[in-house]
Structure formats: structure tokens, C-alpha cells
């Protein structure tokens, strides 16, 4: 008898006392070529499901690394491959000393990016540990982070020398040359969380020319009006924004002053509450948000919105408030938010 009829009959005898009689029935399915295929068949699915990225296109991200500014450690931005006849950037700002590279595998985020044919990048900024509240940390974008992010952003789109670019896990050294060496072009929006919605916040007053809009979910710190004012005199050059956060979020305080800031200084600006949520960053939100950045792009640049009076409640209780909207779409969603 050889090995395989030996195999195959030890096998039959298993799956019989286990009762499944017709499955064991054929020897030819413990036969050494019926194996070797299983085998190859596994083998490919195993590669197939452990090796493939997560992400179409996982593998091009790529890290631009930068000379830092004072009060940092460390300066870095990660993006996907700029696309052809990039019409604008999209960068998200994660909470303190985080790695913008995971936020921008967010598929929602990805898909906004592709709508716009925008460059989608990640910041990755570092200042010391336990040093948040020091006025020379990377949020605090005039001094130097803001800066930063924009030379940054021209390398990205426009092609850089002498800095270093490597894969995201530290792979080879990848090109980051643009299409035909121009600076990153307006509109630039900004999305952050906590202290990434501070920076957000920061950069879009100090730059106001760069930024389109922005977004800044759970943000913490809250500048003096003073500080704002010496961002951007004039309120009609400002760009619009949306402050969202939990309402049971630890900063929802910070974030309702945020709001308040800007709002006395006539700034576009909306609130966007969320029950039931701590300091987190929330899909639902995140889905609110994108559409209200599609309606801010669908719109001239000084379009006037639709500005709405009430008491809103939201975390906003006892305030009678005026809040931003680009469009009205933007604030039949909202309603029902």
C-alpha cells in the first residue's frame, strides 16, 4: 500500500467516525497532487491577505522631513503622491506631538482629496513633552510652525533638494518632486485635533492669503483676542471656519472660548457641538465637516454665507449667538445634526 492510499484511508476512517461520510468517500481528495494545489491555493491566499496594504496606495507615502524651528524637536510631513494638476492641499493636524501619517490613511479623507484632486498631508510636529502651555510650542504657528508648514508644503508640491524624503516605515529614499516646480497653490484647508485645532486655528489667522478654511475638533488653548487681532486686522481676509467638539469633552470649555474669540471679531465661523462625545475625534463630525469644506470650495472666496441668530444651545446654553454657514444645505444639516 503506498503512503498516499495509506493517507487517504486514515482520513476516510476520521471523517467517517465524524459522520461526514460523503466528503470522506473519495480517496482522491487526500491525494499528494490534490494537497500540493490546497497547499499553493493558501499559500497565495495567506500572502494575498497579510501582505497587501490596507490602503490602495499605502506604499507611496512618503515623509519630507524638515529643519525644525524653536521650540521643536521634530518637523515632518507625510503625504500620498501629489496628484496631477493639484488643485489645492488638504492637511491634518492630530492632537499633541501625534503622527499625522495614520490620519491620512482615514478613507473619508482620502475620498475628499480625490473629489478635489487635492494633495492630501499629514503633520507630524514635535515639541518637548510637558511643554503644551510654553508659547514657543509647534500650535503657536507664528512663531515659526507656520512658517514651516508652508516651505514645507512648496517642497511637496513644487520638488525640494538637500531635505530628506523616506518611505513612512523608513524605507528607501523616495522622490518628492512636483509636476512643474510651482509652490503649493491656494486653497490650503486645514483639519485638526486639540492641540492640532489649535495649530489649525493659529495658522489660519497668521496666513489668512494661504488658508481656504479650516476645522479644529476638541481644541485646546484659548489666545487672547489681542493675539488673534495681531493674526489678521481686517475680518473680511479671514477664512472661514467650524469649531467642533464633545460635549462631554474636558476642553469643551476652550473650544466654546475658541469659538466665542473669533465670533466677537466678526469671523465666519460655526460651532459645531457633539452630544454624548469626550475628547475624541468623531466620524459623524468628521462627515459634517467635509461637507461643510465642499460647500466653502463651491463658493468664491468672499462669499458672505448665511449668518443665523439664536440661542443654539449645543453646549452654547444661555448665549444668544450668531453662527456661519456657506450655504443653506450646509445649515439644513446642521439642524438635524
Same mark, same amino acid.
Given at each position: =500500500?503506498?503512503?498516499?492510499?495509506?493517507?487517504?484511508?486514515?482520513?476516510?476512517?476520521?471523517?467517517?467516525?465524524?459522520?461526514?461520510?460523503?466528503?470522506?468517500?473519495?480517496?482522491?481528495?487526500?491525494?499528494?497532487? !490534490?494537497?500540493?494545489?490546497?497547499?499553493?491555493?493558501?499559500?497565495?491566499?495567506?500572502?494575498?491577505?497579510?501582505?497587501?496594504?490596507?490602503?490602495?496606495?499605502?506604499?507611496?507615502?512618503?515623509?519630507?522631513?524638515?529643519?525644525?524651528?524653536?521650540? =521643536?524637536?521634530?518637523?515632518?510631513?507625510?503625504?500620498?503622491?501629489? /496628484?496631477?494638476?493639484c488643485a489645492g492641499v488638504l492637511v491634518l493636524c492630530p492632537g499633541w506631538n501625534g503622527d499625522g501619517g495614520h490620519w491620512i490613511k482615514n478613507a473619508g479623507w482620502r475620498e475628499f482629496a480625490r473629489k478635489h484632486n487635492f494633495a492630501?498631508?499629514?503633520?507630524?510636529?514635535?515639541?518637548?513633552?510637558?511643554?503644551?502651555?510654553?508659547? =514657543?510650542?509647534?500650535?503657536?504657528?507664528?512663531?515659526?510652525?507656520?512658517?514651516?508648514?508652508?516651505?514645507?508644503?512648496?517642497?511637496?508640491?513644487?520638488?525640494?533638494?538637500?531635505?530628506?524624503?523616506?518611505?513612512?516605515?523608513?524605507?528607501?529614499?523616495?522622490?518628492a518632486a512636483g509636476r512643474d516646480g510651482r509652490m503649493a497653490p491656494p486653497p490650503v484647508i486645514l483639519f485638526g485635533f486639540s492641540r492640532g485645532g489649535q495649530f489649525a486655528m493659529s495658522v489660519a489667522e497668521h496666513f489668512p492669503d494661504?488658508?481656504?478654511?479650516?476645522?479644529?475638533?476638541?481644541?485646546?488653548?484659548?489666545? /487672547?483676542?489681542?493675539?488673534?487681532?495681531?493674526?489678521?486686522?481686517?475680518?473680511? =481676509?479671514?477664512?472661514?471656519?467650524?469649531?467642533?467638539?464633545?460635549?462631554?469633552? !474636558?476642553?469643551?470649555?476652550?473650544?466654546?472660548?475658541?469659538?466665542?474669540?473669533?465670533?466677537?471679531?466678526?469671523?465666519?465661523?460655526?460651532?459645531?457641538?457633539?452630544?454624548?462625545?469626550?475628547?475624541?475625534?468623531?466620524?459623524?463630525?468628521?462627515?459634517?465637516?467635509?461637507?461643510?469644506?465642499?460647500?466653502?470650495?463651491?463658493?468664491?472666496?468672499?462669499?458672505?454665507?448665511?449668518?443665523?441668530?439664536?440661542?443654539?444651545?449645543?453646549?452654547?446654553?444661555?448665549?444668544?449667538?450668531?453662527?456661519?454657514?456657506?450655504?443653506?444645505?450646509?445649515?439644513?444639516?446642521?439642524?438635524?445634526?
Open positions: =500500500m503506498s503512503i498516499q492510499e495509506s493517507g487517504a484511508r486514515k482520513g476516510a476512517a476520521f471523517f467517517r467516525r465524524a459522520k461526514w461520510r460523503n466528503f470522506a468517500d473519495s480517496p482522491r481528495i487526500f491525494s499528494a497532487k !490534490s494537497c500540493l494545489w490546497r497547499g499553493i491555493f493558501l499559500g497565495v491566499l495567506f500572502h494575498l491577505v497579510f501582505s497587501a496594504p490596507a490602503f490602495p496606495g499605502e506604499g507611496d507615502v512618503v515623509t519630507l522631513r524638515l529643519p525644525v524651528a524653536e521650540g =521643536m524637536t521634530k518637523a515632518e510631513l507625510k503625504y500620498w503622491e501629489v /496628484p496631477k494638476n492630501l498631508v499629514g503633520l507630524s510636529f514635535v515639541s518637548p513633552d510637558g511643554h503644551e502651555a510654553e508659547p =514657543m510650542a509647534y500650535h503657536h504657528a507664528e512663531k515659526g510652525s507656520g512658517k514651516l508648514l508652508f516651505e514645507g508644503l512648496e517642497k511637496i508640491m513644487g520638488g525640494g533638494s538637500g531635505v530628506g524624503k523616506t518611505g513612512a516605515e523608513g524605507g528607501a529614499e523616495k522622490s494661504k488658508v481656504r478654511a479650516w476645522g479644529a475638533t476638541g481644541a485646546a488653548g484659548v489666545p /487672547p483676542e489681542k493675539k488673534i487681532l495681531e493674526g489678521v486686522a481686517d475680518a473680511k =481676509m479671514a477664512p472661514p471656519g467650524v469649531v467642533i467638539c464633545g460635549l462631554d469633552d !474636558s476642553n469643551a470649555g476652550a473650544a466654546t472660548e475658541n469659538f466665542l474669540a473669533r465670533l466677537r471679531l466678526r469671523r465666519r465661523v460655526c460651532w459645531l457641538g457633539v452630544p454624548g462625545v469626550e475628547h475624541a475625534v468623531n466620524a459623524r463630525a468628521e462627515v459634517w465637516t467635509r461637507a461643510f469644506f465642499d460647500a466653502v470650495l463651491a463658493n468664491p472666496v468672499d462669499a458672505k454665507g448665511i449668518w443665523v441668530e439664536g440661542e443654539f444651545g449645543r453646549g452654547l446654553d444661555g448665549f444668544l449667538l450668531r453662527v456661519w454657514f456657506p450655504d443653506e444645505n450646509t445649515k439644513k444639516t446642521w439642524d438635524v445634526f
